[in-house]
């Protein structure tokens, strides 16, 4: 195949070691859970791209909705020209989220959805002349995206604070609030801390890329109860947590309370294209209200509410209005607990949980994710291993058969006698 052979030689792959990464799959076509390679293999998606393609891929409503809107305009600026997409778009979250949650503003990735949700957090207080509240709290195995800003509010060994330390920004990261200890040192920080800051950021329900860690909606409770005894923007970081991922349309419904700002990303255009949304309350928005063009938010991505994204994202929550997502990850997650539950006597697996359309088996180590992945491929599904961790976070529209191809991949693998994943062989 020339193209990837050609191509091999100037692309640079995600988190990858490009020194002894192996080539990637060719992926030709896909079609609800599947992916097709080229040579006629075909893989049941267990992440769905990154936990992106929640109705699967290529839901026929989706797609006469972005190709109508290819035809009639692809992308136009949205600096001072506005389409029906995105103001239809903005009118739909803002009615689909609590009342105070009415102010959406567009970007394009979810790492610069957060850049913006800590932009409105601390100008708001600038704008207010509170000079002194810049920081933003955030939390051990938190994972918020890969910019420079972003990676500041990681989890500090995942972004890499000491590498680049003097470059990023300095916020303070502590543990989450889940058990007594944890949520004394949370009080006391505040206690002492509060002063200097902006805002506290929290993946509600599930740290994903922190390794599926799941925490109590108790959690959160106790996180908009202190932010409004401090006077902080309290935001929830919904871009993987969003759209019936955990069970509930987002996850902050399970706690029973609402954020002051929540970002969504990955799910929101079915995994279609790339789009982002920051959505703030009334009041936040207020602060940036002025006669002076100074207390503006600025912020503006060239790519910002592209009509296709824009497009795509009415047509998948068309889809969550008229198909039944809530009852099918209700579903999921029954087969995934009933599924994955007999790896817990395998050799190497520590714990085994499961929560809305998540399952995760972890293990005590991965010394060879690559390896491991490769060979769940042979037994026909793609599914990436990463820290300890395998997980599935499927299509919720995939069928109970392909469901069962995945669980019963993950049961072989872990059961064979020749553990692939735990001699290191390769880095990936
Ligand atoms: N926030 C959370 C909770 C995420 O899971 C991710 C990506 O995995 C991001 C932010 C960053 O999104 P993106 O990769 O689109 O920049």
């Not at 299509?395 to 693998?413: K, M, N, Q, W």
Request: charged share 20%; aromatic share 8%.
């Amino acid at each position: 195949m020339s193209w990837l052979e050609d191509g091999w030689r100037h692309v640079w792959l995600p988190y990858a070691q490009m020194a002894t990464a192996p080539p990637p799959l060719p992926a030709m076509r896909t079609e609800g859970a599947k992916i097709y390679l080229a040579g006629g293999r075909v893989l049941i998606d267990g992440i769905a791209s990154w936990w992106t393609a929640c109705h699967g891929y290529n839901h026929p409503h989706i797609r006469d909705a972005v190709a109508a809107q290819l035809n009639a305009m692809p992308h136009v600026m949205f600096g001072g020209l506005g389409h029906e997409p995105a103001y239809r778009l903005a009118t739909r979250l803002a009615a689909l989220l609590p009342d105070p949650l009415n102010r959406v503003f567009f970007t394009d990735s979810g790492s610069v959805a957060v850049e913006v949700a800590i932009k409105i957090a601390v100008q708001a207080r600038l704008n207010r002349g509170q000079r002194k509240r810049t920081k933003i709290l955030a939390f051990r195995g938190g994972y918020h995206g890969d910019t420079l800003g972003t990676m500041a509010i990681c989890d500090p060994e995942e972004g890499m604070h000491s590498l680049f330390s003097g470059l990023l920004p300095e916020h303070p990261v502590i543990s989450l609030p889940r058990d007594a200890a944890s949520v004394a040192a949370f009080d006391l920080f505040l206690e002492e801390h509060a002063a200097t800051l902006a805002a506290i950021i929290v993946e509600p329900l599930v740290q994903g890329a922190g390794g599926m860690v799941f925490h109590d909606a108790s959690v959160l409770r106790h996180l908009r109860r202190a932010a409004d005894h401090y006077g902080l923007t309290l935001i929830f970081d919904e871009i993987f947590t969003g759209f019936g991922r955990t069970g509930t349309m987002f996850a902050f419904e399970q706690a029973g309370v609402v954020p002051d700002i929540i970002t969504l990303s990955k799910a929101l255009t079915g995994g279609t294209s790339p789009l982002a949304v920051t959505i703030a309350t009334d009041e936040l928005f207020a602060a940036f209200l002025s006669d002076s063009p100074d207390t503006a938010l600025m912020h503006g991505p060239t790519f910002m509410a592209n009509p296709l994204g824009c497009a795509a994202a009415n047509a998948s929550l068309d889809l969550f209005e008229t198909e039944p997502r809530l009852a099918q990850a209700a579903a999921i997650s029954a087969q995934l607990k009933e599924e994955l539950e007999p790896c817990r006597s395998l050799p190497g697996v520590v714990d085994v949980r499961v929560q809305g359309a998540i399952g995760v088996v972890e293990l005590a180590r991965i010394e060879n994710p690559a390896g491991l992945r490769m060979a769940l491929v042979e037994q026909g599904v793609w599914i990436r291993p990463f820290r300890n961790i395998i997980y599935l976070t499927p299509a919720l529209t995939i069928a109970p058969d392909e469901l069962s191809t995945l669980t019963g991949a993950i049961r072989r693998v872990l059961s064979a006698r020749e553990n692939v994943w735990s001699t290191r062989t390769r880095f990936s």
